[in-house]
Every structure is written in C-alpha cells, then in structure tokens.
C-alpha cells in the first residue's frame, strides 16, 4: 500500500483536508492517507519547513508527502515535486521544501491537475491529484519538468562562536516544552562545565528525563528530535517561564 | 477498497468519532475510512448540510458517508439511506441530506443496528455499522424500506432581482474567509461594469487570486466552490472587515 | 487488515501523532490506523483510562490500541503490552492500562524499540514500533518477559449505601454533557421512585431521549455508556448548569 503523508495549515474545522483525501482516493483508490499535522501557524512557510524536518524521516521510503503551507496560491509561485531521501514531497516551490531540497531531484508540475482549477485551493486541484498519481507509480516525467532553482528559505540554524553554541527557541509544542535548535551532535563538540541561558533562565546540567526534577519545575533535557528542550515537569515551559519561539538560547562552555 | 467518508459535530476531543470507526471496522475491516470534518458547529443541520454539499463530489463514486449532525437523536426522527449521485449517504432524516435529496432512492433504516441501542449515541448504534454494512455491499433493502418524503431545509440560495444578485456569508473559514452563496454561473448571466457590496465594504473588481493584493488588504476571488469569497491576503476577512455568516452580499450591474 | 488504535494526550497541533503513524506504518505497511481520541487532558492518566474504558469493546478482536498519557516518560515507570479481552494494549505501565488489567496477561517491554530512544517520546520510540511488530503477528514473548504487579489506579466507581448510590460526574464531554458513573445495571437493582441530586440539582425522571424536553431545559438520560448522563437539550449541562467533573450525583430511592 502506498502512503500519502500531509503537512498542512488548513486546521481541521473546515472540510478542506477530508476534500484533499476524496481527491488522492479518486485517483489512487488503495492510498494509506496520514496527517502528519494540519495545525502548522497559517502562512507560516518556516514553521511548515521545520515541522517536515522533524518527522519525514519517521516515515517509510516512497512515502509521498503532500506539503500545502501556501499563502501565494493562485499567484506566481510554482507547484513542484521534490524527489529527495528516498521520499516524494509535493507542494508550492515557497521554501517550505528547504530541509529537503539538498541533492533533490525538483521538478515543475505541469499536468495531472484536476480540470478545473480554482485560484485559492491547489492542495485539492493540483497537490493532491498529483499525489495520487505520484503515489501509483506515475513518472514525474509524465508530470512537469525538471527545474534547478527551487526557492530555499533560511532554516535558523545555531551558531558557534569561539566557545559558546548560541541557538534559539524554533518551536513550543502543544505541551508548552520550548524546542531548540541546538542539537546533541553540535552539543558534544565541547566538553566541560556548562551553562545554558535563555534570558535570566540558567540550566547547568542536562537531565535524563522531565521525571529527574519535581512536578512544577524548570528542566533542561534532550528533547524528541534531540535538540535541546526547555520544559517543566508535568506543566508547560511556555506558561511558567515565558518563554518563546524566537528567544535565544545560548550554551557556554568554560 | 471501499471508503467511508465522516462528516459530524461530535468533535475529536472525546472517543465518540474513534468509537464509530471501531464498529465501521468491526463490521468492514477494510473500510478506508476518512475524516471530512468534525468541527460542524454543534447541532448546526444546515451547516452540516453546506459542508456536505462543497465536499462530496471529490470523493469516489460508491463513497459511504456518514453524516452526522442530530440534536433530535433519540428521538421521533428517523434514521435514512439516501442513494444519489452515485454515492450513499447515511444519517438522520432532519434535512442535512438535503443538498443529495434531488432525484435521490431514500430508505428507511430499520436493521443492522447494534444490539444494544443509546438513546444519544446512533452515530455509533445505527449509522456506523449500517455504514459498515452498506460499504460491504449489503443492500439497502435488506436494511430497510424505501420511503418517498424525507426532510428538506431551505438552503439559503441567491436571489437574481432585476440587475441585482442578492446572496449571503453562507461559511466562515478557518482562515476568516467569507465564503457567499454567489456562484461563478449566475453571476456569468450578466455583463458590464458591477460592484459588490457587504454592508460598507466594496469591491469594483474580481481578484484572480489572494496574491494580486498587498498583504493585509481586502480581496474578492472565485473561491474554492467557485463561489464569491471575501478575503483578506495573508490575514483574516472575519476578523478585520467584521463580516459574518449570515450578512447579505449584493452584486449589483450597471 | 490489522488495526491500531490510538489514544494519547498529545493534541493535534504538533507531528507528535503523525510520526508514530509513520513508525508503525514503517514496521507495518498494512496497519489501518485508527485515532480515538489525542485529546485526553495533559498528564490524565485516570482521564485515559476512563477513555480507554468507553471505548475498547467497540473495536475487533485483535485490535492493537496504543495508549500514552505518559507523564512520567523517560523515568522509572516500565512499558507494557496487557493482553486482555481479545485485544491488545501498548503503553507506559503508570494505571493507564487499568480498565482491561483484570485476568490480563502483561509483558514488560524490553525490545522492538526504535534504535535511537529519546526520553521524552516513548510514544514514538517503543510503543509505536512494538505496536507495529505486534499488529504484523510478532509474539509478545520476543518482545519481552510477562510480569505479575502492573500499576492499577483508583478508577471512581459508584457506591451503594442503603437505598443510596453515590456517584460522580466523570466527564463533561464537548457538548457540555455530564456523564456519571451510575450504571444502569447497578440502578436497576432498586425499584419505586427515587430522585437524583447534583448539589441543588434535582431530576425525578430519567428521559428517554434529549427530545424529551423542550431546547435549553435539562435532562436527565441513559448516556451512550448506559450510564446516566446530565444535560441541556440542544445546549451545554456544563455551562448552563455549572456541573463539572468529579462533582457528587446521588439517586436517592424512597
């Protein structure tokens, strides 16, 4: 069975997603339809990109992502197929495809679109049908042509400096835990005592789990993606700590 | 495979829609079964019914769906099959079948109910293993008899007066899109110069998408029903033109 | 096909959900997945067992459910399989489990993981890709050693004194319904006349359906467990009542 995997900002009040699925089962009947999330901010492409980095790599080999963060719709930005890690990713060509576009083989979708096509709602007309196609085995070939110049946005990435990792806070999930971009590899390039601040927030050590310290307090661990988590035993970092996505992060080593 | 499409105001927050997938399985286990949405606002019949109508054509034809908006559970109100447009349709007879009624088979359902029957649940007890069954291929006259007066509600439809086209907010999304009742083919009847009016709110022109304005303007498109839509680019309509399901748009031509 | 059910306290906005589909759909392509509900109150281990307790029977034999309300992730609680009613159960062993521990056979967990095992997402690393091996037919001997003390919760039950039972509201579901514990089985072990008392709240009938009473008044029926349920017909018992969760209900016969 072939798996459509979605990433969306369509929230699931309206029927706009359960339509999408109607559309990928008309053209492949035996498709395995999972949402990954439909809760991506709105118009927020980044968060669309960071939310794809995060869990792509969950998912089988051939799995075809369907990713609709798309605020210029209807307008000039292309709709394209990014072949990449052994996966499919479908979408508009606005960056959301960053963390994949490296060494990726893109291509313009030019057919396979249902006949006709409104202006605000590709994830139905264009992304979706293409899905179906894409995921029964169609050729990309049979679907557009290959282009070059994918847009690609800037990722926050941390940065080191001399001996300080600084990063920043990418993402409070529903928990209130504050995601941070640093990661364990970059982490364990340093060695020795350590303190982490965000504002006049101070970690000195990392825990094993949000279980080490008691319920209600600040705790430091690596998180689900292995990047560093701010969070607070069984409550949420957000609320307590006010903390948020953009804050900076910074781990200084002596 | 055969596919049941869901459409209720049960929400996802509590086990009922799980709990109706698990007897849909029990009784077809290979059920492709998906979410149109479960967000209908609570005991809203005719917004089940607007939903309903915008979303079924993009599902396969001999697609199930469960449609489940019923403050009259329990009740004196009947449990349908409606057979139409190539579809079946399940649910109470309180007129949310009304966008398939036109030309449809109805039948009474009078079998294939669970054992033990809840006065408030018949989403779970009757509609989801007659579901099952149907989408099994059991037919429906082994589930019921056919009857020839089924509910219908008057669906808020536009009104052509003269040179004028006076039609409403019939949904807002959950973007803040105003989505009207004015489809493309009516207002095609006419020609000329025209202006579109939502209380003070005017508009000489049809965008050809969201992204032909500045973000933060208000824009007027062919929506995903090929429908008038009221948006504003990058932002909600609902929010910042005030505008509301219910309020009057009138197109007016010279 | 074989089916996994889930129910997590993770919500819908973040990939948490999304991945573990794609773990388990990565150790077993052919899993139908089923979402009871992700929307269990943060850290409510009883909430998920209560939820776990509605729900389960409506599903097949042999359905494998993952249930993480798992606040104490990455710390000393153990993970488990129960195998208890024909079906499956996957989770952390915190009391969860409780509803289906009677006459279970449990097996602690210690393979099948994920190579990479964070500390705060089990529900990713272990439960998922054991749910997986287990829905494709793996034993659970392979997967780890059968153990005789899992954790069981204080689950609120009802209580019978004299011509008494002493009950409490469970849950208010996103109506705004109030469901209590009372049974109809136990209830119908007394007979006469009796009232029901939620604080100044008194009922002296239970209806047979929400249409019993007019829109906006409140109604006393058998609730879709058969439990008694507290309501406002077409409205919300929580609001208009002000009845909330873990609030006494007693039925007092003559």
């Known amino acids: 069975m072939s798996i459509v995997a979605l990433i969306t900002d369509f929230g699931l009040s309206d029927e ?11 053209v492949n009947p035996s498709a395995s339809i ?13 968060a669309g990109a960071l939310c794809l980095e995060r869990s792509f790599k969950y998912f089988p080999e051939k799995t075809v992502f369907v990713v609709v963060v798309d605020p210029g719709v209807g307008g000039e930005r292309r709709p394209i197929i990014v072949c990449s890690s ?8 606005n960056g959301v495809m960053t963390p994949v576009l490296d060494g990726a083989d893109v291509f313009l ?28 085995g169609v050729s990309f070939k049979k679907l557009g042509r290959r282009i070059h110049d994918p847009v690609v946005l800037r990722i926050p990435k941390p940065e080191v400096k001399g001996t300080k990792i600084c990063g920043e806070i990418i993402h409070i999930d529903a928990f209130g835990n504050a995601i941070t971009n640093i990661s364990k590899d ?21 825990s094993k789990s949000y279980s080490d310290v008691e319920v209600g307090k600040p ?4 998180g689900s993606s292995f990047t560093l988590e701010i969070a607070v035993r069984d409550g949420s970092a957000a609320d307590k700590l006010d903390v948020k996505k953009g804050d900076k992060v910074v781990v200084k080593f002596d």
Chains 1, 2, 3 share one sequence.
């Not at 992304?127 to 179906?132: C, L, R, S, T, Y």
């Open 186 to 206: 970059i982490f364990e390039k340093f060695t020795g005592a350590f303190v982490i601040e965000i504002g006049e927030i101070k970690f000195y050590k990392i």
């Open 16 to 26: 706009y997603v359960g339509v999408m699925k109607g559309v990928i089962l008309s």
């Open 109 to 136: 979708i030019e057919r396979g679109w249902l006949k006709d096509v409104s202006s605000t709602f590709h994830g139905r007309d264009i992304f979706a049908p293409v899905a179906g196609l894409v995921s029964k």
């Open 219 to 222: 705790v430091c661990v690596w």
């Open 86 to 93: 052994r996966r499919v990713f479908i979408g508009p060509d």
């Open 34 to 46: 999972i949402d990954i999330t439909h809760s991506i901010p709105r118009h927020d492409v980044i």
